[in-house]
């Protein structure tokens, strides 16, 4: 891990993994009224794990397959609906708009905090 890495702690990897989120509920927002199409999202505090390589697994024998095998790297999967619609589509609108609510306000923070590092790493370059 990098010295930039530490300083900025898992905002980063949080920031790039809000961003990939906001792009899957956006389109299931888009898609609410599409015939068939299924709502999909990330877990996102597994892939967070993931990222920050706090839950690694050591292979111990030859035969362990690698994690990246195992399904890790920002892999969607679908939502279970509480109800879905006649024509197969998943996606609940309240529950993407929602969603997509919480997670646009934790992105904001997570820019935030890396904008406030930023902003501490230049007063320190420029002797402020």
Known sequence: MSVIDRYFGVHAAALELRAKRLDLLASNIANAATP???????????????????????ATARGHMPEAAAGTGHAAAFRIPVQSSLDGNTVELSTEQTLFAENAVRYQSSLSFINGRIAQLSAALKGE
Do not use: Q
Not at 42 to 57: C, K, M, N, P, V
């Open 36 to 58: 068939g199409y299924k709502a999909r999202d990330l877990d996102f505090s597994a892939e967070l794990r993931a990222a920050s390589g706090a839950g690694t697994l050591a």
